[in-house]
């Protein structure tokens, strides 16, 4: 879920975020680290925070656990950008087995991912395939996928693919990011499918012509996103740890509406989501799993550069610990 947005940045921080946004992109930077005995685990202490595990059964743990508590969850299995049609299958196939594992354990959860991680990024045609087969598979235990937004460069291939695939499945939803301009007419038009609408902010660098900077216009801009999509009775969720936008969401009394959902990543604000929930409202917990977990948590600290703190003590200290939900 990337993007979910905090609150409003100082121009340092911007820098420093748009420098590691960078340096996360950088094949050679995350090899090394991913190939170091050194870094690997030091890195992977701190990426533990956001990250439940590198396999499937850490996040199923950590998902049981959560709903066992009273959460709905999300779960995705990490990555972006696959590079080969075979690897695409082995993406394809472990979502696939994490589909008939919930299934078989009775587990209601929303299953998110990139197109770009099925194939889209090599071919429309077997990332749409590959979609509509995950989206078979998960209609027979009532689960739902969700789809994320990537660079806005992509944007029109992923929103072809949803609205292609969301005539003949019902249980695919798309995520719109916010910041991007052109959002606005984009979520007019996808008001007419039936897929639930994740908001994020969006944490992409693009060119400045294409956005909204952090700023009151963009929070003031994502609620009106939401009284859309609210006054239009659509299934929505209100990805976001901002406290700010938080309260206005249930001050204007959105969130009462059975359409709609908060959702926060795992390890970024558990006591926040935990009073949501204990409120009685819908809340949703993202869990991800996976070995690449270098981008991910690159994009953790990028989009809030404070976590960079909590990371370097999860680095230095032995375990890293989380406050509990």
């Known amino acids: 879920m990337k993007g979910a947005g905090m609150t409003m940045l100082t121009q340092e921080e911007i820098k420093f975020s748009n420098a590691l946004k960078s340096v996360a992109r950088n094949e050679g930077i995350k090899q090394y680290i991913q190939n170091s005995e050194e870094l690997y685990p030091l890195f992977m202490r701190a990426a533990k925070r956001f990250v439940s595990g590198?396999?499937?059964?850490?996040?199923?743990?950590?998902?049981?656990?959560?709903i066992e508590k009273g959460y709905l969850v999300?779960?995705?299995?990490i990555g972006e950008n696959t590079k080969t049609a075979d690897e695409c299958q082995l993406a394809k196939e472990e979502f696939l087995s994490l589909i008939h594992e919930l299934g078989a354990h009775r587990m209601k959860s929303t299953i998110s991912f990139d197109?770009?991680?099925?194939?889209?990024?090599?071919?429309?045609?077997?990332?749409?395939?590959n979609l509509k087969?995950?989206?078979?598979?998960?209609?027979?235990?009532?689960?739902?996928?969700m789809i994320s937004m990537e660079e806005s460069e992509k944007t029109d291939r992923i929103l072809e693919i949803y609205k292609e695939a969301a005539s003949i499945y019902k249980n695919i939803g798309i995520t719109l990011q916010v910041h991007l301009k052109r959002s606005l007419d984009d979520l007019t038009e996808l008001l007419n499918y039936p897929g639930k609408i994740r908001l994020v902010k969006g944490a992409y660098q693009e060119p400045e012509e294409l956005v909204i900077g952090r700023s009151e216009e963009l929070t003031e801009r994502y609620l009106k996103f939401i009284e859309k999509s609210v006054k239009a009775n659509h299934p929505i969720s209100i990805a976001t740890h901002d406290e700010g936008i938080l309260q206005q969401v249930l001050e204007r009394g959105y969130i009462h509406d059975s359409n709609v959902e908060l959702e926060m990543l795992d390890g970024v604000r558990p006591?926040?989501?935990?009073?949501?929930?204990?409120?009685?409202?819908h809340a949703r917990v993202y869990v991800t799993y996976g070995t690449?977990?270098?981008?991910?948590?690159?994009?953790?600290?990028?989009?809030?550069?404070?976590?960079?703190y909590t990371a370097v003590s999860d680095i230095i200290g032995s375990e890293t610990k989380v406050s509990p939900y």
């Open 54 to 66: 590198e396999k499937r059964p850490d996040a199923m743990k950590k998902a049981k656990e959560l």
């Open 74 to 77: 999300s779960l995705e299995f």
């Open 115 to 129: 197109l770009s991680h099925i194939g889209m990024a090599i071919d429309r045609k077997l990332g749409l395939e």
């Open 133 to 145: 087969e995950m989206a078979q598979a998960a209609e027979q235990y009532e689960l739902n996928l």
């Open 271 to 281: 006591d926040l989501i935990k009073k949501v929930k204990d409120q009685g409202y």
């Open 292 to 308: 690449e977990w270098y981008l991910y948590l690159a994009h953790r600290i990028a989009e809030y550069p404070p976590n960079i």
